[in-house]
């Protein structure tokens, strides 16, 4: 039973590394290996394994089904439907999710949308982009039917090395298409509807409005809403690189911790109280009331945080377990756990892309196996080491970091946020008593000061390259031999298996040669480049808003992982911001030794690095690579887009040119350049604009391969339709960040390209 329910779940995660997804013709063999499975029993295991590929090839054939049609993008599309989700206050509105129920015009749309809708813009004589639609006159309201007329699109996301598959998550979530609520059109409420599940969301919406009102924009009101209702969006970004550094995120929020914590009280509370009645416990047992009570916490508790994801998947856990004890056949926890993950990936087959779900029941797992009968005291140091070591390889796999505060700081924020914060916020929610909120704010900010110390503490955080996989897998067995019960030999070993994922270093280019990666940064453009021993960042990628940039979500990440530690030069090409909207999280982030660019003198971010305006003739090289800048002229200005910092790269493999957002009129000044303008490799100028990409440019540079920097249908249009068909008259390869995702070229013994749609090599993504 124990390897068949974990050769499920390994079937079952099997599919979700597939590029393309097998034919719905295969989903039929599954009552075959269900039925074959019963009757030869010795198959169990293959079959099983089988099974579980089938069972999340049909759940996926059924969610991209309900995807949106392609020809739907980009139009006005009147809907009537539902909010169905708590609405998340963005910087200018709202984000909520929508059931529809009918198109008026008969178009045939997915069952769930994440819509965005936007005020008008504050400033005085501001003009609203399409982005930032329609005004939002009145907030939505969970259960509130609205007729509205929406421009949607395909679930899409940015796609970059070690960065999150936003497509995936809509996958997981039933969200077949995301889009903004149109200014020109229907925006009409119909009346509510008052279902079930509206008034579950309508209960947290009235606990979250009172925290707020209460308590105030403090980080205790945000913490304290996540922790009762499961809304995250007001703990600020600041507090949760502080949670990260410390190792604390997992309490944060409603985590599988908090589930089984509140449902194993609600199960000791009926227990006690039943076996004090004589009758109650001669009609059933007080273990079975335990475990129905058990499953009713977690369910109510699960219910609360708006029936999401990961607590599902402890609501999955926890009913196995109480299953188990309500039929008084009580497994080793070995077969217990593995029951519980088949269960898991059997409700949620996309559960194992889920970093959480691997290291919730990776803690569990180590918990059994270091278990002893001992001091409960020595036995909890010793659970808080085994789960810090023991997942310590796969932090470094998901995250490339590991907290070395973490032991720290969880020994005193696990049994304050779960036994104390957690009970308090939820009696908070139900009580309408102001002291109890009060006391757990006040526990929260104790809890803060000292995080900001643990924080602070000298190597409080180890970060590092991503370690290869054969690393990861040795460091893990490493763990286990490390903690193995005594009596088995040479313990101290299994360090020695655990030491290559710390010090194995990512592949990096030969002396000559240059990798340079576009990023997907939607509508932006950031560049990395890596010689044998140095970086170069070109652009910066845009902001997305308060506290949330491209530098910090996808530029850190990627250099990180790839075992970059310092820049050793940034160019900025010119002033806009979506050139350089992440430039400041990258400047605190890294050392920055040389700052290029063409902003003006008394732009803050020269402060913040040895700057220098980028002029035509600046070169230098690197580990047998040449960089040296074409444009724009020293003491000659532009406006802003032709002001752009040209750079030339040029590797024993070939050339490539990084054109910012240059348009015809320095194009005409960089012919001019004759030979040393033609490259290998172009970055389309101006994300292929039709101000942009003139002919005799083009024909000047006469590249093999071109690359454009877009963000997915923006608003501007690009690229150009007539740009990309002068590219392609000419025979140029055209590859795009917006269809392809982040691309590679190596400038080795030759040039090669790669995308990352295509390495990564998922279903979904193709």
Known sequence: ??????????????????????????????????????????????????AGFLWAT???????????????EGRDIDVVGVV?????????????????????????????????????????????????????????HPGERWLLTLRLRRPHGNVNPHGF?????????????????????????????????????????????????????TPAAGILVALA???????????????????????????????????????????????????ATLRLPARKGAAAAAIVAALGYTLLAGFAVPAQRTFYMVTVVAAALWSGRIASPARTLALALAVVVAMDPWAPLSPGLWLSFGAVALIFYVSREEHRAMQWAKMQWAITLGLAPAALLLFGQVSVAGPLANAVAIPVVSIVVTPLALAGAVLPVPAILDVAAWLVEWLLQFLEWCAALPGALWEQHVPPLWSVAAALAGAAWLLAPRGVP???????????????????????????????VGQGLAVTVRTASRTLLYDAGPAFGAGADSGGRIVVPALRAAGVSRVDAMVLSHEDIDHIGGA???????????????????HPLNALAAARRCAAGQAWEWDGVRFEFLHPAAGQSYKRNDGSCVLRIAAAGGVMLLTGDIERLAEEVLLKNGEKLRADVLLVPHHGSRTSSTAPFLAAVAPRAAVVTSGYRNRFGHPSPE????????????????????????????????????????????
């Open 1 to 50: 039973m124990t390897l068949a329910a974990l050769a499920f779940a390994a079937g079952a995660a099997a599919l979700q590394w597939q590029a393309t997804l097998p034919a719905w013709g295969w989903v039929w063999a599954l009552p075959a290996c269900v039925f074959a499975g019963w009757l030869k029993p010795k198959l169990a295991i293959p079959l099983a394994f089988c």
């Open 584 to 602: 400041l999280t990258l400047l605190e982030t890294f050392e920055v030794d040389a700052l290029h660019s063409s902003l003006p003198a008394a």
């Open 229 to 279: 209702v499961g809304d995250q969006r007001a703990i600020s970004a600041e507090e949760w690189r502080l949670f990260n550094r410390t190792g604390v995120t997992h309490l944060m929020s409603i985590s599988g911790l908090h589930v089984t914590l509140v449902s194993g009280l609600a199960a000791w509370l009926l227990a006690a109280g039943w076996r004090r009645v004589p009758q």
């Open 84 to 140: 169905s989700s708590l609405p998340a206050r963005l910087e200018r509105g709202l984000r909520f999710e929508f059931e529809v129920e009918s198109a008026p015009n008969g178009e045939r749309l997915p069952k769930k949308l994440l819509l965005s809708w936007y005020r008008s813009p504050s400033k005085p004589g501001e003009i609203p982009t399409e982005e930032q639609a329609a005004p939002l006159e009145r907030e939505v």
């Open 165 to 217: 598959d936003y497509e995936a998550w809509l996958l997981e979530r039933g969200i077949g298409a995301t889009g903004y609520v149109r200014q020109k059109g229907a925006q009409r409420p119909l009346g509510s509807r008052d279902s079930f599940f509206d008034l579950i969301e309508k209960t947290r919406e009235a606990i979250r409005d009172r925290f707020e009102r209460q308590l105030g924009a």
């Open 723 to 766: 740009v990309l068909e002068r590219y392609r008259a000419a025979g140029v390869r055209v590859l795009r960040t917006d269809l392809d995702g982040a691309t590679r070229i190596y400038l080795e013994e030759g040039i090669s390209i790669a995308t990352e749609r295509a390495l990564r090599g998922r279903y979904w993504l193709q």
């Open 490 to 520: 040479w313990r101290a070993c299994g360090l020695a298996l655990m030491v290559p994922a710390f010090v194995v270093a990512p592949p990096a280019p030969a002396a000559g040669s240059a990798w340079i990666t576009a990023l997907d």
């Open 58 to 72: 049909a759940c996926a054939h059924v969610r991209m089904a309900d995807w949106l049609a392609p020809e739907l």
